[in-house]
């Protein structure tokens, strides 16, 4: 079955310094969307990105999905302590979303 | 509300107990997607609603879960004889049903501890 993997799992950062994650999927998906979750919240929607090569920036936040529309990375300038939280990638290819594992992001003050 | 809600917020039950869980999901919305998380883990898929119907169950891990959703709205997730493997937190999501692959939002989640 269709499976979307994320790396890395962890990653810590001094405050400042930037920050990336990446995510693939095992099969063309029709969409991507991306998920930030606070410690102890719920997942919150950040973007979708549905063209191939598509990138997309929110703040210092900048979102690319791959020309094969298999992968796609979130990257975050500057991290501040706010960015703390895992961020989630989610595949979609028709109604179901497959969620990616989720990188963990803790930043030091 | 204008969000996703569910109830209860936190449930502690013994194993061999049976527990529903509630989701409110927006007004209006179609589509509701059931998700288990595990400590420290991602999201794991257990059923989609469209409507009333759920077309894919494919995610509910055994034959003790059970989901239905009535009025196109509510949806009760009930685990029968629980197990301490089923501790977790349920989410639950919804979507509009404009288009397949639309902004899922999320309620606060179930925090299931089985003793």
């Known amino acids: 079955g269709q499976q979307v993997m994320q790396i890395p799992q962890y990653q810590h950062v001094q405050e400042g310094e930037d920050f990336t994650t990446y995510c693939n999927s095992s099969t063309t998906l029709s969409n991507i969307q991306w998920y930030k979750q606070r410690p102890g919240g719920h997942p919150v929607f950040l973007i979708q990105l549905v063209k191939s090569g598509e990138v997309k920036k929110q703040k210092r936040l900048t979102f690319q999905f791959g020309e094969a529309k298999k992968n796609s990375s979130l990257h975050i300038t500057a991290t501040q302590t706010t960015d703390v939280g895992t961020y989630f990638c989610?595949?979609?290819?028709?109604?179901?979303?497959?969620f990616g594992s989720g990188t963990r992001l803790l930043v030091r003050p | 509300g204008a969000g996703v809600s569910q109830s209860p917020s936190n449930k502690v039950t013994e194993k061999g107990k049976d527990v529903e869980l509630r989701c409110d999901p927006i007004?209006?919305?179609?589509?509701l997607y059931w998700y288990r998380q595990s400590l420290g883990q991602g999201l794991e898929f257990l059923i989609y609603?469209?409507?009333?119907?759920?077309?894919?169950k494919s995610g509910l891990p055994s034959d003790r879960f059970s989901a239905e959703r009535t009025g196109g709205s509510v949806s009760t997730l009930t685990i029968q004889r629980t197990q301490q493997e089923d501790s977790a937190v349920y989410l639950c999501?919804?979507?509009?049903?404009?288009?397949?692959?639309?902004?899922?939002?999320f309620g606060p989640g179930t925090r299931l501890t089985v003793l």
């Open positions: 989610a595949g979609g290819s028709s109604y179901k979303l497959i």
């Open positions: 999501a919804s979507r509009a049903g404009t288009t397949l692959t639309g902004t899922q939002y």
């Open positions: 609603f469209q409507g009333n119907s759920a077309p894919d």
């Open positions: 007004s209006g919305h179609t589509a």
